[in-house]
């Protein structure tokens, strides 16, 4: 590569960082899409960390096992949460993108507001539930009561402050729909900075600090979390950005409440239809026994330090098919769509064989007993054989839910995960007796079919039409 070439390159990622404004509806489509990836991939990068970091921390206490148990099981609950994030914040960036592609960034602005309103009123009353019952949450997910005592205060933080993950992922949906990915990357970034600092300082103790252990990692989670979204929410009100908010945009609305739900609904099921998988796979690999288990959590934890990135670049589909689709240039939303596809593929392509080569490294680093590595390894390695398929099916659902269309996902993720990969998995485990090496094995298989179903409904261009 020649100097110019490096210096053009190294320009493009610094206008991509400080999140300098751009037409997403104008110009080459693989500038508009390297100038939203790039802070994308980044911000999701930002929220992997958090997993590694609570990973690392967590894996060396005494009673390793049981902490990862803990953290698994509470995870694959709070993932509840997740979903309806997720499915709020589709609507949030599929609105606000078609409306910034319509040039009316006031209309924006009151749908990203509306959004905000509706998710804080579903998330207060899962916040409560969540901290009184979470010890009947463990129990339910089939943690003994030795493991209950151990770390239901860890599950009571994540679960009763879980409005921060909703404010987090939510408010970063409204600045992706504006096409100011920047300042979603920027937000995680400050969260990761306070994570990394309290998490030992608040597992481990030091000084007048107490050791809260496993406590003290959902403590460090939640206030990391807490402080993104308050520059979240100075960024959103100091009027510099292409998102101008004003309280009087917090008047609710019924109808655009009812316009936001309606495209919120099936998205937030086409995550709660994937998450309820995982919950469902984490059962089965339990009834293997503890290492199992951790294993599994493990190498879950690093196979989504590199989906997230992935997942991070697929978003750029969402926010150029929003605006594209809002200025009148669907022939132009879709081609964005199928380079973000290829740029994707090429990225999983490179992590398969990352994982491959050095999975007994990576694993190492985060598990101490031989047994939960050797598990975490055979995990990874056939979890990562779906790679590829997995980059280019969340291109195509995210090209969906951009455009509003978020109930074509939520059928094929139905589809996918409980009629084919929920029975696969328990073929696998329990009539063939391959045990959590079932579970695993049915994971590249079912993403592997979505992809393709995606890939052919894509193709069809139904999306288009979709009015929001």
């Excluded at 100038?35 to 967590?58: G, H, Q, R």
């Excluded at 100011?180 to 600092?197: C, F, P, Q, T, W």
């Excluded at 990562?384 to 993720?413: H, K, L, Q, W």
Aim: with cysteine; proline share 3%; charged share 15%.
């Amino acid at each position: 590569m020649t100097t110019s070439k490096v210096s053009s390159a190294f320009t493009l990622f610094k206008k991509a960082i400080r999140g300098d404004e751009m037409d997403y509806t104008q110009g080459t489509i693989r500038m508009s899409v390297v100038m939203l990836a790039i802070p994308m991939i980044l911000e999701m990068s930002m929220e992997s960390v958090f997993a590694l970091v609570d990973l690392y921390f967590v894996g060396h206490l005494p009673e390793s096992d049981k902490a990862q148990q803990v953290v698994g099981l509470t995870e694959s609950v709070i993932t509840i949460i997740y979903s309806i994030a997720i499915g709020i914040s589709m609507a949030a960036t599929a609105l606000v993108a078609r409306r910034i592609g319509e040039k009316d960034p006031k209309a924006a602005a009151r749908a990203g507001a509306q959004t905000t309103m509706l998710a804080i009123m579903i998330t207060a009353v899962l916040s409560l539930a969540g901290y009184i019952f979470a010890d009947d949450i463990l129990r339910l997910m089939g943690a003994t009561e030795e493991t209950i005592d151990y770390g239901v205060d860890y599950t009571r933080i994540l679960m009763g402050g879980s409005l921060v993950i909703m404010l987090l992922f939510l408010i970063n949906g409204i600045f992706r729909g504006a096409g100011d990915a920047s300042m979603a990357m920027k937000s995680l970034v400050i969260a990761n900075i306070a994570n990394i600092i309290l998490c030992p300082l608040l597992i481990r103790g030091w000084g007048p600090v107490p050791a809260y252990g496993l406590t003290g990692a959902a403590m460090a989670t939640t206030i990391g979390r807490g402080l993104g979204v308050i520059y979240q929410l100075y960024h959103l009100f100091d009027g510099k950005g292409v998102i101008k908010m004003a309280l009087s945009y917090f008047k609710p609305d019924w109808k655009q409440m009812k316009q936001v739900i309606a495209i919120a609904s099936p998205g937030t099921i086409q995550f709660l239809v994937g998450s309820g998988s995982w919950i469902v796979l984490t059962a089965i690999v339990a009834k293997s026994g503890e290492a199992a288990s951790a294993g599994y959590i493990t190498a879950i934890r690093i196979v989504m330090f590199f989906l997230l990135p992935a997942w991070g670049l697929s978003n750029a589909a969402a926010t150029l098919v929003g605006q594209n689709l809002g200025a009148g240039q669907p022939k132009r939303a879709e081609e964005s769509v199928l380079k973000t596809a290829k740029y994707n593929a090429i990225f999983m392509g490179i992590v398969t064989l990352l994982f491959f080569t050095t999975a007994p490294y990576i694993t190492g680093f985060f598990a101490e007993k031989e047994e939960t590595r050797r598990i975490a390894i055979e995990a990874m390695l056939i979890i990562s054989s779906g790679y590829i398929f997995y980059g280019i099916g969340m291109v195509m659902a995210n090209a969906f839910n951009g455009a509003g269309d978020t109930r074509t996902p939520t059928i094929i993720n139905a589809l996918g995960f409980w009629a084919f990969q929920i029975p696969l998995a328990f073929f696998l485990s329990d009539t063939l007796h391959l045990g959590a090496t079932g579970a695993f094995i049915a994971i590249p298989v079912a993403e592997t079919a979505i992809a393709a179903a995606a890939f052919v409904m894509f193709r069809r261009g139904r999306w288009k039409m979709v009015k929001v």
